[in-house]
């Protein structure tokens, strides 16, 4: 159990819908990191937080967002949803940011778009 | 950060050590060798990292050579459930550069 905790662990939709994918990081972990992995994509990095703040963006659609809370959860808004953004979306976090420490993840929710 | 490059897959017997090599010619001084496991469609879950020195735990030793150039991450004793993709990435450690970038990884599958 890496402490890090995705809620929920699937979710279906349909196309055009909006979803709310939640991260609850490690206990003292102040950095969040969001990935989404597709089957012919791979593991891609979407975005990073630390305490609060937006610190980094990757591939990460307009129609998507983020946002990480005063108790550290994180948030991925997923809107408009295309049946490509069927995915397994996984949350990592680390205890501060510009160290070495490994990043821990959780075990996904699984996106299906219908 | 430096690419990596990895077999695309592997296979070792139950019981034997499992060695995984990675190349990463390009790595500069302040980049760590990072290696981490997916099980599945599990989350990945991390094994080991280190700088320039080997390195051991619970799970696995990692070997890196002496000019960095390239590593190996050894599973002493594979089980069946070692079997998984396994991620060698290179990642700086400096304010605002902590993304990890994941390639394709080499498929690892212990055979009973």
């Known amino acids: 159990d890496s402490g890090v905790t995705q809620t929920p662990k699937h979710l279906i939709t349909a196309t055009g819908q909006r979803v709310t994918l939640r991260c609850s990081p490690r206990?003292?972990?102040?950095?969040v990191y969001w990935y989404q992995q597709s089957l012919d994509q791979g593991l891609q990095f979407l975005i990073h937080?630390?305490?609060?703040?937006?610190?980094a963006k990757g591939n990460i659609l307009e129609r998507f967002s983020a946002q990480q809370f005063p108790d550290l959860h994180s948030e991925l808004n997923l809107s408009s949803l295309e049946l490509g953004d069927s995915a397994l979306y996984f949350c990592?976090?680390?205890?501060?940011?510009?160290?070495?420490?490994?990043?821990?993840f959780g075990n996904g929710t699984r996106l299906t778009v219908t | 950060d430096a690419k990596t490059t990895q077999p695309p897959s592997m296979d070792c017997a139950e019981g034997r050590a499992a060695n995984l090599p990675c190349n990463h010619s390009t790595i500069s001084g302040n980049e760590y060798v990072y290696w981490y496991r997916q099980i599945h469609s599990q989350g990945p879950q991390y094994i080991i990292h280190g700088l320039k020195n080997n390195e051991t735990n619970e799970m696995a030793s990692l070997i890196i050579t002496e000019d960095r150039k390239s590593s190996t991450l050894i599973l002493p004793h594979a089980t069946l459930r070692d079997t998984a993709v396994y991620y060698c990435?290179?990642?700086?450690?400096?304010?605002?550069?902590?993304?990890?970038?994941f390639g394709q990884g080499t498929r690892l599958t212990i055979n009973p």
């Open positions: 990435i290179v990642r700086v450690a400096r304010q605002g550069a902590q993304k990890l970038v």
């Open positions: 937080y630390y305490n609060g703040e937006e610190r």
């Open positions: 206990s003292g972990d102040l950095s």
């Open positions: 990592a976090s680390s205890p501060s940011m510009g160290d070495n420490s490994p990043l821990h």
